[in-house]
């Protein structure tokens, strides 16, 4: 078991001139669960490549544990990976595949049989040992590059998306084991998804990348609850944060002729250059209040989840013209007294649930 | 026109109560009709050219026949056969069709599959690799075998002059027995090891990256890797290669026949490089005996058939031992 250490660590693909992943600093303790997340293309993958040694780092250094790994070959970092597509050997049986690292590695094969025997017993693969991976179903094989990994026993493990090629249920349900078997095992994980439940649920820490840059990493609920700028407070969260930007006034923004209000201070620093105000709100949120008193909406699209509502509203049309950017306001609502298409409504957000950004810098303020 | 094309769509709208008797489902020859007329031409051609030769051939072998005088053919059942089972010829052709086979596919195929192999690993300049590679196949035989001729010369042979310069002595080539079969091997090498390379390419090209990548973390190195990734890859495209390659085995004609240096078919002075096919030749074309050298073209046929099979039910041995 080991810690990961990412120090500045730069790939950039040959013929490219933007770094697909650009000055990553990561710190990964011993045994942590970390989970890399982002939209397509910002460079999750070749993070996780660097680590694993499969993928050049062009400045900067990885380490794994205090040894450092930057320009040593896969082999000899002590790792295992689960592919997307799980790579395993068509021809060999599934016993063969989770023994394969075994036997190069030299090990007996009374040794090799015992722990490729337990890990199938662990992943419920005891009646599949002789089957190739072509016989298997998605989840069995998924299962098979799990143990494939769990039976080296490594430093630490990587996953790329290994959910990927599930249904929605049965990836349900593999993530479950997938949280409980890393945390029977203990190891070292990284684990790359696009998926942010997948983040949200599975992840001791949560890192967001965005064109190749870390966004931020913490710990899944302080993600939700501070997200360092506008990018995070988007990217996490189902339905997304609302973001909007208006002008700065006495006491807080104007938002469709009504104001939210924002403390002085904070006001204070995110208007500075501009005079506008980014704020941020996310659907449960929001208060539905008396008419006038909050900021006027119009109901387009009403979702009925079961256990939620979600209004799809937009400003009232009189009263956008000093908002940038408006687009739709996403309110959650009991689903038993939502209201109509069509509707107009007021809306509040309590203090303390407002996130402001500066609109230039897009940085949170506090 | 288009109103009276109209018109028995029309009378059918009008008239749709008639029942889907039997009697009008059209048989099924008369559906498939287009079908088969779109195949006719392949397979009149095929009769022309490939059934009818080759079933003709079948009947010559069991006559006697003189080149001169076809017509005039005697019915001697399989005696042709029973002779050349007889035929000292027979026996060292085959012989020799053997050796040189084994000494040009074995190493032929071993080579392409190191080239594909590196190939497959470095990128740059692959373009021009891959047209280097298939020179020697668009070269015709008989320029090829002329230059190697040249150079497997006894007197005034580059090799031979290569030889005596660090001090081994001249070889005869041509004369000797595995001399001769060694350089006719060579030139079948030569020939065909780019063409079995690019063969190979193409299929190492359709094995998954990530199959590497799994292996190389697995601890695998790239000698590893290449038997337990990309052989197994390789498993039917080897095959085939080894299947194309016997029938070309079997067949060879063009090299030893231009290796001779005089268009003769003996295959040398003591027959040391006559395959079966220069001895097929021979038979027809040299002693004028057609039906001798049709059964010999039926025996080749018959070899082929039968290394072809024991290739094919061994595959499927193997295949069905992995399920
Ligand atoms: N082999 C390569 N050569 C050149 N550019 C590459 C290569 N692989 C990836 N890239 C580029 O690097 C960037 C990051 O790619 P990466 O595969 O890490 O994305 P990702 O975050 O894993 O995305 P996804 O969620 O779609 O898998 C992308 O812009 C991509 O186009
Ligand atoms: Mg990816």
Redesign the interface.
Known sequence: MATVTFAQATRIYPKSERPAVDALDLHIGDGEFLVLVGPSGCGKSTSLRMLAGLEEVDSGAVLIGDRDVTDLPPKGRDIAMVFQNYALYPHMTVEANMGFALKLAGLGRAEISRRVGEAAQILDLGDYLHRRPKALSGGQRQRVAMGRAIVRDPQVFLMDEPLSNLDAKLRVQTRTQIARLVQRLGTTTVYVTHDQVEAMTLGDRVAVLRDGVLQQCEAPGVLYDRPANVFVAGFIGSPAMNVVTGPAVDGGVRLGGAVLPVPRDQLARAAAGTGRVTVGFRPEDVRLVGPGAGVPVVVNVVEQLGADAFLYTKLAAEHTDDVLHPSDVVVRTEPRSAPGQGDELSLAVPEGRLHVFDPTTQRRVD | MTIASDEPQVASIAAPSAPPGPARRPSRLTRNRWGYAYVAPFFVLFACFSLYPFLYTAWISLHDVDLGDVDGAQWVGLANYGELLTSEFFWNAARNTLTIGVLSTVPQLAMALGLAHLLNYSLRGRTFFRVAMLLPYATSIAAATLVFGQLFGRDYGLINAGLEAVGFDRVDWEGGTWSSQLAISVIVIWRWTGYNALIYLAAMQAI?E??Y????????SRW?QFL??TI??L?PTILFTIVVSTIGAVQLFGEPLLFSGNGTTNGGSSNQYQTLGLLMYDQGWTNFHLGQAAATAWAMFLIILVVVGAWALLARRRARA??
């Open positions: 998954p990530d199959l990548e799994a292996a190389t973390l697995d601890g695998a590893k337990h990734v197994p890859g498993r992995e399920r």
